[in-house]
């Protein structure tokens, strides 16, 4: 990591830093528009999956001395944020494949 001289420069990089998660949102938002539809309706929400990626997060957090706790929360509220937009979309989805 480079050593910054003000933390005008920190935030800066900070910034770009979001830019690109927010890219990755973007990315994974079109990912869960092509997993609904091979989806019905009642596997909107998959709890064992759910458990299965957290777990997994988990365990990467940890292996790179972040929170685990802290990754968790994030996790779940971006997962929660999916299987709600999943929901709004699924009817629009399906009604494409008829």
Not at 32 to 60: C, F, G, P, T, W
Not at 62 to 74: H, P, R
Request: hydrophobic share 35%; proline share 0%; glycine share 2%.
């Amino acid at each position: 990591m480079k050593n910054f001289k003000s933390i005008n420069e920190v935030r800066k990089k900070i910034d770009e830093m979001d830019t690109k998660i927010l890219d990755l949102i973007s990315d994974r938002r079109k990912l869960v528009i092509e997993a609904v539809k091979h989806k019905r309706k009642d596997q909107i929400v998959d709890k064992e999956r759910i458990e299965k990626i957290i777990m997994s997060l988990r365990k990467n957090a940890k292996k790179k001395e972040l929170s685990e706790d802290m990754i968790e929360v994030i996790w779940r509220k971006m997962i929660q944020g999916f299987i709600e937009y999943e929901r709004k979309i699924f009817d629009k989805v399906h009604q494409k494949k008829d």
